[in-house]
């Protein structure tokens, strides 16, 4: 697998002089096995016009799976400038959870493409796109590729993705936050049940420890990293993103052989990655796990 990061930013496109080296583009990252010439693309943020305008340069007719991990915008505004999309030739296989019973993931992602928003309506896709809603479930993809979903902790439906081929293990877990204990731990508030914050600690123990089997031993695993944990426990807390320092704890105690910190806010300049790296990459944090915080154009391969 050559897996490569096309859009490695949160919520936004943050193009500019501060952001040139992490890249400022939203969630795209290509899955190519050589071997086998077969494509997989996780998101379809703003990072995936320029893996088309990439595929288009490499003149061949396009056959993808395209596995969405959730459909906030940031994560599926790159599909109207994908190129591919509009050639006759190309299959697209669209991936991803259902949101809304009443809305399709077709009404969700080409309901960005009518004339309100955009030029092109999605009905002048030349492309032969399918698509699948997913629940937690695996998938045979054919050549030995496996994919298995997972639901994560985030205000709308969101998966992780595991993908199995030839003894290696592909792991994202985004856009996620641990979960917590949803009822009340303060045993002075008038509403406080001894039983029911036992019982909902214990829930979110549970649930923490699932996401966390699921990328257990993982060659390669990318996880949502948008906050530090300072920032995370003044403000951020419920808004369905993680902190860096439970990332690099729990692939630590999972055995993660390598692991990229993702979804950066669009705030952090290259200059506070670079800080950050040297803070957060190494043995004191991350153990044996190798971590690096995730660039646009960087190569991984297993
Ligand atoms: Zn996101
Ligand atoms: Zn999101």
Redesign the pocket.
């Known amino acids: 697998m050559q897996i490569k990061f096309w859009g490695v930013r ?2 936004i496109p943050c193009p500019g002089a501060s952001t040139v080296k992490y890249g400022g583009n ?2 795209c990252i290509e899955v190519y096995f050589p071997e086998i010439d077969r494509l997989i693309i996780i998101d379809a ?1 703003s990072g995936l016009r320029e893996l088309g305008n990439d595929l288009m340069a490499r003149q061949k007719q396009v056959e993808a799976h395209l596995l969405l ?2 459909t ?1 915008w ?2 599926i505004m790159g599909f109207p400038f994908f190129v591919p999309a509009y050639l006759p030739g190309t299959h697209i296989r669209m991936y991803g959870p259902a949101t809304y019973e009443d809305e399709s993931l077709e009404q969700v992602v080409g309901g960005q493409m009518t004339y309100r928003y955009f030029p092109i309506r999605e009905a002048e896709l030349a492309a032969n796109i399918q698509y699948f809603n997913l629940k937690e479930e695996t998938l045979d993809l054919g050549d030995g590729i496996i994919v298995k979903t997972k639901y994560l902790n985030h205000p709308v439906l969101c998966l992780g993705y595991r993908i199995e081929y030839k003894d290696k293990v592909f792991c994202t877990a ?2 996620t936050e641990p979960f917590r204990n949803v009822f009340i731990t303060d045993p002075e508030h008038h509403d406080y049940d001894a039983e029911m914050a036992a019982e909902g600690e214990q829930v979110a123990i549970e649930q923490n420890k699932m996401i966390e089997q699921f990328y257990q031993g993982a060659d390669f695993l990318i996880h ?1 990293s948008q906050y530090t944990q300072e920032e995370y426990e003044q403000k951020f807390i419920g808004w369905g ?1 993680s902190h860096i320092e439970y990332v690099c704890d729990a692939a630590k105690r999972n055995q993660v052989k390598q692991l990229a910190l993702f ?1 950066h806010d669009p705030l952090r300049s290259d200059d506070q990655l670079d800080e950050m790296t040297e803070k957060y990459c190494n043995n004191d944090y991350c153990g044996e796990t190798k971590s690096f915080f995730a660039k646009e154009g960087m190569v991984i391969e297993l």
């Open positions: 949160g919520s939203t969630p943020g991990s959730h906030h940031d994560h985004y856009d949502d993103h979804h």
